[in-house]
T-cell receptor
Framework: DTEVTQTPKHLVMGMTNKKSLKCEQH?????MYWYKQKAKKPPELMFV???????INESVPSRFSPECPNSSLLNLHLHALQPEDSALYLC????????????FGPGTRLLVL | EDKVVQSPLSLVVHEGDTVTLNCSYE??????LLWYKQEKKAPTFLFML????IEKKSGRLSSILDKKELFSILNITATQTGDSAIYLC????????FGAGTRLTVKP
């Protein structure tokens, strides 16, 4: 299995909803990442997990809460989001945190109403 | 502040043309430079470069890194309409920073 999978593919939520994005990889990678990408912009790093521990949090608002239950799974819990949070949320993984390539999942397109 | 700058931002060519995309960077603790192609969804990996002067090739695509002058180029020869995409350059240090991308349009 050489891919990163993400669910759901699309998500529409209201500002009072609580939802979760899921990411999974079975490549034995020990680093996993969440990115946010707005239209016509490059991906922006949100969080980095290394060996299931949060390594980097790029000043992301607390309405985004990451969780890494095990080395294959990465979740992003969403609560009280704003319409400007609408974006493509990309998960990626890499063998480690050093200089290896990051492989991206297909993304979840989120719309906050 | 770390910077990754790509040029041009947009490029329109005809099938068969050769294009050169540029990426310059200023980052601390440089580890590697990566090129990605992004069409409708997630970026797909093209190349990872860590050493200067060593060309990486994959079919009609090639890339090289100059760590002294802090830039990389991505060449695409004999372009096809399927090459139309956004090409992203990213630099890894402690995290990963993307350039704004070059939007390449290849017309028939």
């Amino acid at each position: 299995d050489t891919e990163v999978t993400q669910t759901p593919k699309h998500l529409v939520m209201g500002m009072t909803n609580k939802k979760s994005l899921k990411c999974e990889q079975h490549m034995g990678h020990r680093a996993m990442y969440w990115y946010k990408q707005k239209a016509k912009k490059p991906p922006e790093l949100m969080f980095v997990y290394s060996y299931e521990k949060l390594s980097i949090n790029e000043s992301v608002p607390s309405r985004f809460s990451p969780e890494c239950p095990n080395s294959s799974l990465l979740n992003l819990h969403l609560h009280a989001l704003q319409p400007e949070d609408s974006a493509l949320y990309l998960c990626a993984s890499s063998p480690g945190l050093a200089k290896e390539t990051q492989y991206f999942g297909p993304g979840t397109r989120l719309l906050v109403l | 502040e770390d910077k990754v700058v790509q040029s041009p931002l947009s490029l329109v060519v005809h099938e068969g043309d050769t294009v050169t995309l540029n990426c310059s960077y200023e980052v601390t603790n440089f580890r590697s430079l990566l090129w990605y192609k992004q069409e409708k969804k997630a970026p797909t990996f093209l190349f990872m470069l860590t050493s200067s002067g060593i060309e990486k090739k994959s079919g009609r695509l090639s890339s090289i890194l100059d760590k002294k002058e802090l830039f990389s180029i991505l060449n695409i020869t004999a372009t096809q309409t399927g090459d139309s995409a956004i090409y992203l350059c990213a630099v890894r240090n402690n995290d990963m920073r993307f350039g704004a991308g070059t939007r390449l349009t290849v017309k028939p």
